[in-house]
């Protein structure tokens, strides 16, 4: 049956597909180049990547919280309070990137230490996190700017930079990795410079919004800074677990790292492709409830959670259909081949869980129930995943223990993340994002 927010999410989720899933592309493009230079280039690509990916995922909050933020004020028809917003993220942005950028440049090594590198694969791995830093800053800000268009109904425009700059990658890395002979280090370099250029890009078009002034100030970016922590501790969870499973990997053997890489970096792929429908629900649902329509925000997520359970099945069944054929596009290493068949088979039959879960995030997050989210993942992602990898190591699971363990916390937050949604206590209307949903009655109607 046909839904009146069909139209209106097949727009947004559309768009949103495109950028999203340009925006991994940098990583795979990095592994499909890597991956022929040899094992251990990719086993070192791995733990950097490990590094930077957990940087940048940490710091989504800068997309997912001015979403949140905007998307309220634009259903509340205050365009001008969304413009300043958007000033005051690209300086929060700006900040927290060069933080993070000083501190890979001084802690390469002990960081790689960390994830279990030794030997040349930890020098590799360190060298490549020192280049790759200087891209950070613009990074963050290319998070930002994603996170003010999406708030305001804008999808096309991050999907034009967002394409650009990772064609632009493609380019550069085959050129200075293969033309100039660079290897790794032409690898990050050309994902560096591609970088650069997408931060760039949305800082002259979010520098262009109205605004009655861009300095900083404290009092306009305090909600963003209190729903940013929420998902940052929400984000921090998830991650550290995913850190946990590199890190274990790496005391298990080369061959498992590399195969995790290569699983991993499919898994980010998907994610972000299934998250185009979370997206959705995030600017439908945040608009919804800055407009006053506790009702229209309900049924728009019921939709929207239909949506995601289809892609998902579908998802799932193309990387079923391409057991056989994906791996081999990453490495010729026939032991790195068998251990990523090893796990592939439950990675895929994931998809359908997992789409509906990072679903039900868009939801929550449009409405700016974050500090739910954080409580949810940390139960999931530290008290579940990170225990079982643990024990994966201690009992000699394998790469097979550590993907288990991810399937046990997809099944946690689908059944807290149900609950929540079921209970509406997230449908609290407003241009302002509710800060105590403890006591408040579930909202049913306009």
Avoid: K
Avoid at 219 to 237: Q, Y
Avoid at 365 to 389: E, F, H, K, Q
Avoid at 398 to 409: N, R
Avoid at 413 to 441: I, K, P, Q, S
């Amino acid at each position: 049956m046909r839904s009146r927010h069909d139209r209106e999410i097949l727009r947004l989720a559309v768009p949103a597909l495109g950028a999203l899933a340009a925006e991994p592309l940098y990583l795979l493009v990095d592994t499909a180049i890597v991956g022929h230079l040899g094992t251990p280039q990719l086993a070192a690509l791995a733990l950097a990547a490990t590094v930077l990916t957990t940087l940048v995922s940490l710091c989504i909050f800068l997309t997912y919280g001015t979403t949140a933020q905007v998307a309220r004020l634009h259903g509340a028809g205050q365009a001008e309070r969304a413009g300043q917003l958007a000033a005051q993220a690209l300086w929060l942005a700006t900040a927290i990137g060069a933080a993070l950028a000083l501190a890979c440049l001084a802690l390469a090594d002990p960081l790689i230490a960390l994830l279990g590198g030794v030997g040349r694969t930890a020098d590799l791995a360190a060298r490549y996190l020192r280049i790759s830093a200087a891209g950070l800053p613009l990074a963050l800000i290319a998070l930002a700017g994603q996170g003010f268009l999406r708030g305001v109904g804008d999808l096309r425009t991050p999907l034009v930079i967002v394409v650009v700059a990772q064609a632009a990658n493609v380019v550069l890395e085959l050129l200075f990795v293969y033309g100039f002979g660079w290897g790794l280090d032409g690898s990050a370099a050309g994902t560096v410079l591609a970088q650069l250029g997408m931060g760039g890009a949305f800082v002259w078009v979010l520098l262009r919004l109205p605004a009655a002034g861009r300095a900083p100030r404290l009092a306009l970016v305090r909600p963003l800074l209190r729903i940013s922590g929420e998902l940052f501790v929400r984000s921090a969870a998830l991650l550290l677990a995913f850190a946990t499973a590199s890190a274990v990997l790496a005391r298990v053997g080369e061959a498992s790292l590399a195969a995790h890489q290569i699983a991993f970096g499919l898994f980010v792929f998907a994610a972000l492709v299934l998250d185009a429908i979370a997206i959705a629900a995030q600017v439908l649902v945040g608009r919804a409830l800055g407009a006053g329509d506790t009702a229209g925000a309900y049924a728009a997520a019921r939709r929207t959670l239909g949506w995601a359970l289809a892609a998902g099945c579908a998802f799932g069944a193309v990387l079923l259909a391409l057991a056989g054929v994906l791996p081999h596009a990453f490495t010729g290493d026939e032991a790195v081949i068998e251990r990523t068949g090893e796990i592939w088979t439950m990675f895929a039959l994931m998809q359908p869980a997992a789409a509906v879960v990072f679903a039900l995030d868009g939801v929550l997050i449009g409405a700016g129930d974050t500090r739910y989210l954080a409580g949810s993942m940390v139960l999931a992602g530290l008290c579940t995943y990170v225990p079982i990898a643990l024990l994966a190591l201690a009992l000699d699971w394998g790469i097979v223990g550590v993907w288990s363990g991810l399937l046990a916390l997809m099944a946690v937050r689908l059944a807290t993340l149900g609950r929540r949604f079921l209970n509406r206590r997230w449908a609290v209307a407003g241009e302002a994002v509710a800060r105590d949903r403890g006591r408040a009655a579930p909202a049913r109607s306009r």
